[in-house]
């Protein structure tokens, strides 16, 4: 592997322990050190030479500070004129500093030392104007270029990108996660633009676009386990953007329908604003201007190891600052603004961006302007591309960029605004941090010149309920505050100085707004009880503690499926016992007493954990996964079925093995965990299985004497039923869960299970579908458990048809010949459910 090397031309260091710290520091702009390693290196100076002769000195740290090398590197600085070193009249040339934290660096010495032999060579590497010949000296290779074009690596994988808004900072923070986790490298192609997978701001600056073409590339040990993860995640996520869209359409709809109570109502007022509607509200306010300082920084020379520092400092701060901001959202439910938060702090380890600061350094510029001149060309940047949804992420960011600016200036936090109690604020756009730190008791709601409904300022606004209209003009940022005026967050309006009578008006709006709001939560809450009494049973997919109180917020009546493979597949350890009881009894007390089914660890398959050093399948999907793993791990397996029975002794909590497929595991599954519970006393709970594989259907009857419920998992039901892998690029269309062969084992599953009295429950992907819920319940299935956004939808559904439609539908798709004759039943379901 090709030893990474910085190369600073033309230095005039004043002496030996100058030049010493200015290599030093190019060690750590590069990424290579710690600040502390400058004062090592200048330590192993001080005690013994590093002055090879004929020009050439080798700087590099003590042994007990090896801790403080990042990666191996190795940073030049060429002196042409000579820098003494020593006593004896000796002078360096190239003065070349090791950053190694093993012997990785002994193929270089072995170079070096058959350069000194090359007199001649090495005096014109000291007099030399190109950095490129230093690094071919060094290496034996080429430099690179200062922005180089990556190329892509040996092993690759093409995908097709299905995000709604294109890849924006949240997700792409989610990807340089899941590729940090890895020791290989991943890559990820756009066209011609290739980024590195661990920098959030490189991906953003692929311009992928909802349909992009993707190349992802990794080379390293564990590049095979990286570049599923990777995949995994985008794909993952593709899902979850999907569903966030759906139900920013679906929260539309609703804030239209809500904004019909408006009707034609135009109040008389002095002036009207129009801009985008971003977030449903009316308010009534007075107009407070939300300018926020401009931060300047001097250009001015600096010590360039103190100003090191200082960079250093303030990104370590900022990023701190994020990081607990994000994790204080969470501990609120505020999953939204957590998200915002995290990418945000990706966005501050952007190699290009720290690249650049530190050239800028180097030639002596001070961190703060060196810093805000390199920000300004990254904004620049992404500001140029051409989709505009991916442009607006340019002040995700100058926003987190700014959060360092004012570190190095002094000014760690930003300065606080001083509002009247009844704002509506006025400006030419608000930074996501502002706005996610807005003083709701005193601000009603925002009007900005410029931005769009998808930004994360529009997505912050609606997270926190303040009523926001975007797009207005410069109109906006001109007004003059102190003024009354009415902010219409349904149809993008801002009224100044209404009259007295457009007050009233406004505020007899407000009131029946209000009450027809609290009507409609009464109706999430409220159970799917179809037209003739039937009631069904309606939970979400949840993981954490903030989710599942956001799912009974929406309606929920408890947890259907709560995926624990998450603690594993999050961080590069097994969580013990005690970290995962922690998890689970913060679930249980945040639903407060409604349901939580707990599904036991599910890897394999498509679900790779690096650590935990499982061995290579040829067909993952039909080798050790799911319950088969945890038969063969009881060092996975018992601890999490003690912290599962530890933690149901706070509240009312089932336990769920996947990937049942006989009987024999399913007697096996139930002694470990009837010895798990023995082992810390706990409570007799009760215990289901996943029907995911046909033999699991088939034999439902039968294993339904062994078991107290069962819960289908539509989504790998079908993939078995089918035989076909549903990430296959050709195939994945066929994996179709409509597919009478899936209804008709999920029929099969519902008469097995009722000759026992057990319940059945569905917590695939099919059970947030409209067609798919009511198709389900007209099986029979008696519980439905699907994503927070889809609780609604499924509710109203089924509360406007007859348990016996229902059934009559499922008898129609069970006597189908395929998915799209199923599907073709959806469109009556909607005229039905229109009528």
């Not at 070349?96 to 093993?102: F, G, K, N, Q």
């Not at 607990?324 to 609120?332: D, S």
Request: proline letters at 5%; charged letters at 20%; aromatic letters at 4%.
């Amino acid at each position: 592997m090709v030893t990474p090397v910085e190369v600073r031309l033309a230095a005039a260091p004043t002496d030996r322990d100058d030049a010493v710290r200015a290599a030093g520091v190019l060690l750590v702009q590069a990424g290579f050190a710690a600040p502390a390693y400058v004062e090592s290196l200048l330590r192993r100076e001080r005690s013994a030479t590093t002055f090879l002769g004929q020009g050439l000195a080798i700087p590099h740290g003590m042994v007990e500070d090896k801790h403080l090398v990042r990666r191996t590197g190795l940073a030049v600085l060429q002196v042409p004129g000579g820098v003494p070193w020593g006593d004896d009249g000796q002078r360096a040339h190239l003065v070349v500093a090791i950053a190694a934290a093993s012997d990785e660096h002994i193929a270089l010495l072995r170079r070096l030392t058959r350069l000194m032999r090359d007199d001649a060579r090495l005096q014109a590497l000291g007099r030399t104007t190109d950095a490129a010949e230093i690094v071919r000296a060094l290496t034996g290779e080429d430099a690179a270029p200062a922005a180089p074009a990556l190329a892509d690596f040996a092993l690759a994988q093409e995908l097709t990108l299905d995000y709604p808004n294109g890849l924006h900072a949240r997700p792409a923070a989610q990807w340089a996660q899941t590729a940090a986790r890895f020791n290989a490298a991943l890559r990820v192609r756009h066209g011609h633009a290739v980024a590195d997978a661990r920098s959030v701001a490189e991906l953003l600056g692929l311009g992928a676009s909802r349909g992009a073409a993707l190349r992802l590339s990794a080379q390293g040990d564990d590049a095979q386990a990286a570049l599923a993860a990777l995949r995994e995640t985008i794909e993952r996520l593709g899902a979850e953007e999907t569903r966030q869209a759906e139900r920013a359409a679906l929260r539309q709809a609703q804030a239209q329908g809500l904004g019909r109570e408006l009707g034609d109502w135009r109040p008389e007022a002095g002036r009207t604003i129009t801009g985008i509607a971003a977030s449903p509200g009316l308010v009534i306010g007075t107009i407070a201007a939300a300018t926020p300082p401009r931060l300047e920084a001097a250009d001015r020379p600096g010590d360039i190891a103190a100003e090191a520092v200082a960079l250093d400092h303030a990104l370590c701060a900022a990023q701190d600052r994020l990081e607990a901001l994000a994790a204080q959202a969470r501990e609120r439910g505020a999953t939204e603004q957590a998200g915002v938060f995290s990418a945000h702090a990706g966005l501050l380890g952007d190699a290009e961006l720290l690249r650049e600061t530190s050239r800028r350094v180097v030639q002596g510029h001070a961190a703060a302007w060196s810093w805000q001149q390199a920000l300004a060309a990254r904004v620049a940047a992404q500001q140029a591309q051409p989709d505009p949804l991916l442009a607006a992420r340019a002040a995700d960011l100058q926003d987190a960029g700014e959060r360092v600016l004012r570190h190095l200036l002094g000014q760690p936090e930003a300065a606080q605004l001083a509002l009247p109690a009844d704002s509506i604020l006025v400006a030419d756009d608000l930074a996501p941090s502002v706005t996610a730190q807005l003083d709701t008791t005193r601000v009603k709601g925002f009007c900005t010149a410029r931005g769009g409904p998808t930004a994360h300022t529009a997505i912050l606004a609606r997270a926190l309920g303040l009523p926001a209209v975007v797009a207005a003009g410069p109109a906006a940022e001109a007004l003059v505050p102190g003024t009354r005026a009415i902010l219409d967050g349904y149809r993008g309006r801002l009224y100044l100085a209404p009259t007295d009578a457009a007050l009233e008006q406004a505020r007899a709006l407000i009131a029946r707004l209000a009450e027809r709001q609290a009507a409609e939560a009464a109706s999430r809450r409220a159970p799917a009880v179809t037209t003739d009494g039937h009631r069904i049973e309606i939970a979400a997919n949840a993981n954490r503690a903030d989710q599942a109180r956001a799912a009974l917020e929406a309606g929920a009546e408890g947890v259907g499926l709560m995926r624990t493979e998450f603690l594993f597949l999050e961080r590069d350890h097994v969580p013990d016992e005690q970290a995962q009881y922690a998890v689970y009894r913060a679930m249980v007390e945040a639903l407060g007493g409604q349901p939580l089914v707990v599904r036991t660890l599910d890897i394999g398959g498509d679900k790779h954990v690096p650590y935990l050093g499982l061995p290579h399948e040829e067909n993952p999907f039909l080798g050790v996964r799911g319950a088969r793993l945890c038969l063969l791990r009881d060092d996975l397996f018992m601890p999490q079925l003690r912290a599962l029975y530890r933690a149901a002794r706070h509240g009312p909590l089932s336990i769920m093995f996947p990937m049942a497929s006989t009987m024999e595991e399913v007697h096996a599954l139930r002694a470990r965990a009837e010895a798990a519970r023995q082992a810390v006393d706990g409570p007799v709970l009760p215990l289901g299985i996943m029907i995911e594989v046909p033999s699991a259907a088939a034999m439902a009857d039968r294993l339904a004497a062994q078991v107290d419920f069962f819960s289908i998992g539509t989504n790998d039901l079908t993939q078995y039923t089918l035989a076909v892998d549903r990430q296959h690029p050709d195939l994945a269309t066929m994996a179709d869960s409509l597919h009478p062969a899936v209804l008709r084992l999920v029929a099969q599953t519902v008469a097995g299970a009722r000759r026992h009295g057990r319940w059945v429950g569905v917590c695939g992907g099919l059970a947030g579908e409209p067609l798919g819920a009511a198709l389900l319940a007209g099986l029979g299935v008696d519980e439905l458990s699907m994503s927070t956004g889809d609780l609604g939808t499924i509710k109203a559904l089924l509360r406007r048809h007859s348990l016996s439609e229902l059934q009559a539908l499922a008898r129609r798709a069970l006597d189908c010949d395929d998915a799209d004759a199923v599907r073709a039943l959806g469109a009556e379901l909607r005229t039905e459910a229109a009528a």
